[in-house]
């Protein structure tokens, strides 16, 4: 009940964000080395990995191909359509900028470039302003949730990891417990076993003493 209940909360938080929240921006970012140029960005809470992983899960589900992807990019530079952002035939680059190193709460900023021909230049809201508007949709009510949806199944496996760590410290501790015990009982067996060996050695001793006794009542009387 209450997983179900979580899951519904996380649905209708995510739910929320993705009506409310206009996250992506009209930008100008680095494309590579030498090219810097129009795009549309977007700052999302993961690490550059993780956001590269969700984006190529993303564009996959969008039945993408034909792209390639190294560190930092994914560039998909034969003419493909991407009926999501656009009817035209567009050269499609991503790269996502490591914009807080921070690993609690680590941001990356991902950047969309969309160019019509090889020879043609980036695109932007003078040249093409729908195919922006679609980029900036597609960026809000499709990355960016994923992006989050992502991040609940990191923090559940990682809350996951933390129970069973503690599952084995706990196993752990009562071995220890249970090893103490069987020594604490055998030292009790011990402990009983020499008070009765002293009780029988008092009772031999006090025995001896009455036999001594006896023999020296003994011998006054012979003398």
């Known amino acids: 009940m209450m997983k179900k209940t979580f899951l519904l909360l996380v649905t209708l938080t995510l739910s929320m964000l993705v009506v409310n929240a206009q996250q992506a921006f009209e930008n100008k970012a680095k494309l590579d080395k030498t090219t810097t140029g ?3 960005s977007i700052k ?3 690490n550059v990995k993780d956001a590269q992983k969700v984006m190529e899960t993303v564009l996959k589900n969008e039945n993408l191909k034909g792209g390639k ?5 994914i560039a998909y530079e034969t003419p493909l359509l991407f009926s999501t952002i656009s009817p035209n035939y567009i050269i499609l680059y991503v790269t996502f900028e490591e914009t807080s190193k921070d690993k609690k709460t680590p941001v990356t900023t991902v950047n969309l470039f969309v160019k019509k021909g090889p020879d043609a230049a980036l695109e932007n809201s003078s040249s093409d ?13 499709k990355y ?13 496996a990682d809350k996951k990891k933390e129970i069973e760590k503690s599952k084995k410290e706990i196993e752990k501790l009562q071995k220890q417990v249970d090893s103490k015990k069987k020594e604490t009982e055998k030292a009790k067996a011990n402990i009983s076993k020499s008070e009765k060996e002293i009780e029988n050695t008092t009772k031999s001793i006090e025995d001896k003493q009455q036999g001594l006794n006896k023999l020296q009542e003994e011998l006054k009387q012979i003398k």
């Open 38 to 40: 129009a795009c549309v």
């Open 44 to 46: 999302v809470p993961a």
């Open 129 to 141: 302003a729908a195919l922006i508007a679609n980029e900036r949709t597609f960026l809000d009510q």
């Open 144 to 156: 960016y949730p994923a992006v989050l949806e992502n991040n609940t199944v990191l923090k559940t």
């Open 69 to 73: 992807s190294s560190s930092k990019k």
